[in-house]
Structure formats: structure tokens, C-alpha cells
């Protein structure tokens, strides 16, 4: 039996990434070492770890995210994340592998892009923007070219 989806992740500065994903999880890390973290999360089930490496930013890492129940929940994530000083791109209403969806996203300080989303009802298209244009399709907005977060400055 599975017990939580495990996802792993490079960054460059273990504080600034604590910060992020403190705020963008909602709870404390169960594990930090002077280069590795660890988020074990109940709901939703995830084993999240950070691990300090160096790494090309143009990997094979798309996006990441969470499915949620319904538009109410992409919202009040949305808002929380806001309350939390992250930096949040919405799309609503938007049309992604062959899906109508609503949806939130926000940028960890490594560019990792992060969508919390509901799927409204399917498509017969895969995506909302010109269908010769597939790199369109479930990839996320453009990072912001600094990835800087009022709230992820050093408190020490």
C-alpha cells in the first residue's frame, strides 16, 4: 500500500526554499539538516525533501502540483498562499490537456513552478492558446525573472 507520493527536490539555498515551502505547505518541516529537508505531509500525502545541489535550471522537471476538489478550494489555497507573501499567477477558466480548469501557481526561489488546480469538465482541445503551439499545453506562465519573496528574507 502506497502511503504518500514522494517528491524530491534540488535547490541552491536551503533557507530560502524552508521559507517558501513553509509558507506554500502551511506547516513546519519534519526533518532539516545543513543540506536536506523533509515534509511529510498527511493531506495531502507527501514526502516532500529539499536537497542542496548543484543542478541545470533547465531540467527535466516541468511543474508540480496538487488536484483539489472543486474552485472553492483553488481559491482559499490561492488566498493563503497570498497571505503567506508568495507571489501567485491565477488562471481561471483555462484550457490544459484536454481539460477545463481553474487554477493558481506560484514559483519556489529555484523557478520550480507549483499549481494547485480543479478540473472543471474535459476539452476537445488540448489547449486554450494556438493549437500549433503545443509548448502551450500544461506548462506553466513564465517565472518572474527574480524570484524574490519579502517573506523569504533572512530572519536570522
Same mark, same amino acid.
Given at each position: 500500500?502506497?502511503?504518500?507520493?514522494?517528491?524530491?527536490?534540488?535547490?541552491?539555498?536551503?533557507? @530560502?526554499?524552508? #521559507?517558501? +515551502?513553509?509558507? %506554500?505547505?502551511?506547516? =513546519? /518541516?519534519? @526533518?532539516?539538516? #545543513?543540506? +536536506?529537508?523533509? %515534509?511529510?505531509?498527511? =493531506? /495531502?500525502?507527501?514526502?516532500?525533501?529539499?536537497?542542496?545541489?548543484?543542478?541545470?535550471?533547465?531540467?527535466?522537471?516541468?511543474?508540480?502540483?496538487?488536484?483539489?476538489?472543486?474552485?472553492?478550494?483553488?481559491?482559499?489555497?490561492?488566498?493563503?498562499?497570498?497571505?503567506?507573501?508568495?507571489?501567485?499567477?491565477?488562471?481561471?477558466?483555462?484550457?490544459?490537456?484536454?481539460?477545463?480548469?481553474?487554477?493558481?501557481?506560484?514559483?519556489?526561489?529555484?523557478?520550480?513552478?507549483?499549481?494547485?488546480?480543479?478540473?472543471?469538465?474535459?476539452?476537445?482541445?488540448?489547449?486554450?492558446?494556438?493549437?500549433?503551439?503545443?509548448?502551450?499545453?500544461?506548462?506553466?506562465?513564465?517565472?518572474?525573472?527574480?524570484?524574490?519573496?519579502?517573506?523569504?528574507?533572512?530572519?536570522?
Amino acid at each position: 500500500m502506497i502511503k504518500r507520493m514522494h517528491v524530491a527536490v534540488n535547490c541552491s539555498n536551503l533557507q @530560502k526554499s524552508l #521559507d517558501f +515551502y513553509r509558507a %506554500f505547505f502551511g506547516t =513546519e /518541516p519534519s @526533518k532539516i539538516k #545543513d543540506n +536536506y529537508a523533509k %515534509f511529510e505531509l498527511d =493531506e /495531502p500525502a507527501l514526502h516532500f525533501s529539499l536537497n542542496v545541489r548543484s543542478f541545470d535550471k533547465n531540467g527535466v522537471l516541468n511543474h508540480l502540483g496538487f488536484q483539489v476538489n472543486d474552485t472553492e478550494e483553488v481559491l482559499a489555497i490561492g488566498e493563503r498562499l497570498r497571505q503567506s507573501g508568495l507571489l501567485l499567477i491565477d488562471e481561471m477558466n483555462t484550457t490544459c490537456c484536454y481539460a477545463v480548469q481553474d487554477k493558481v501557481w506560484v514559483y519556489d526561489p529555484d523557478g520550480n513552478a507549483w499549481e494547485i488546480f480543479y478540473t472543471k469538465e474535459d476539452s476537445e482541445f488540448e489547449s486554450a492558446g494556438d493549437a500549433r503551439d503545443l509548448s502551450l499545453c500544461c506548462a506553466p506562465p513564465s517565472a518572474p525573472q527574480t524570484i524574490e519573496f519579502a517573506s523569504f528574507k533572512n530572519k536570522a
